[in-house]
């Protein structure tokens, strides 16, 4: 009994002692360079410049159906392609709207 005792007690202390050193928080060290802070920093960069690009581009395709709608003088075959380009505008817009909102959700997930 005394030995079924101590082998257990063995396989719990070394499935639990590594729990108990990851669960240990090393203060950083000083002149360290913070990788997530840079890291979150330079997505920032990227991500506020693709916004700004997409932006534009949303503002250019309304525009390029608005001047399609304007130049269609009646033509059916004109205006639906007028539409068309109003209705890609959109999916592109709501595309850009979910895929903006994806990786905010992920960056506030993983805490970057």
Known sequence: MNK??????????SLV????VLAF???????AVNLTTAIGNILDAILIF?????VAVVIIA???AGFKFVTAQGDAGKIKEARDAVIWGAVGTAVILL??????????IIGV
Do not use: D, E, H
Not at 17 to 20: H, I, K, Q, T
Not at 50 to 54: E, G
């Open 17 to 20: 002692l590594p729990f108990s």
């Open 50 to 54: 693709l916004w700004a690009v997409a």
């Open 4 to 13: 079924k005792l101590v082998i257990s007690s063995a396989i719990v202390a």
């Open 62 to 64: 309304f525009v390029f």
């Open 99 to 108: 895929a903006w909102s994806i990786t905010v959700s992920i960056r506030n």
């Open 25 to 31: 928080a090393a203060p950083p060290l000083p002149g």
